[in-house]
């Protein structure tokens, strides 16, 4: 087991990449971490070999709202480094918020364009704004060949993509399955928020997607009306969106045309249980019998 070398600073984060050689891997985190992020750095650990592989830890202030859980989101550093240790990072760089912004909130900052104002966007408008802000920083702080993001958050991973893409920032991003509690729940740091009675609930998310999913050879429509048929076994709970859309988030048709492959789509639900939001999604192929294994 390595033992990561804490970077509070960007100056400190310079100094220890300065002699960097091989593949440099980046994992973007708000802390917190669980599970899911520990395979997220075992995959940055093999893409970058001998290569370093630096984990971000910093709870982005540009991507909450006002009145959302920015100052009670689980800060847990101790417990972060070691789980970093264990899962083989180099160096964690944690800074504080005015090593990031030290001009206070920036000027210049990127804009999701229409990906980001549907779905989490339309229920959050300015969130996709401070996490394209704040990865683009990263990026350029750490300056990685690869980064690894979890295909949980999906619609930022696939708005990371596009960023990179459109803005040539040079940098593969590798997006890694959903890890899942045995009962389904996806791992999330909000998780803690639930008490035992909305935990037990909230496995209705991840059933939603699945029978969505049994569903989707017969097209988008019965692919929703499944998911919605699990999600109305919870009067309580508070939907936000349940989608079916192509894997890039485009909309597509309900009739498929003919497509004997099938196409490659996206289940996503958002919804309030009890006091917590959470969000999940999984692969689906629309138009054509479902592997058995299932998408993530
Ligand atoms: O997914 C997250 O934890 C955050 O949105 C990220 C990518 C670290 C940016 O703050």
Redesign the pocket.
Known sequence: MTIPVLAPTRAELRSLLSDRSGRVALV???GALHDGHAALIRRAREEAGTGPVVV?I???PL?FAPGEDLDRYPRTLSADLEMCAEAGADVVFAPAVDEVYPGGDPLVTVDPGPLGTMLEGASRPTHFR??LT??AK?LGLVRPDVAV??QK?YQ?LVL?RRMVSDLCLGVEIVGAATAREPDGLALS?RNRYLDADDRARATILSRALHAAQQRAEYGVPAARWAAMKVLSEDPELELDYLAVRAADLSEIPDDLGDCPDGVEGRVLVAARIGATRLIDNMALCLGAPATPEGGS
């Open positions: 973007p985190t708000m971000s910093f709870v982005n991507q401070g996490v704040v990865v990263l993001f979890g958050d930022q990371v740091s």
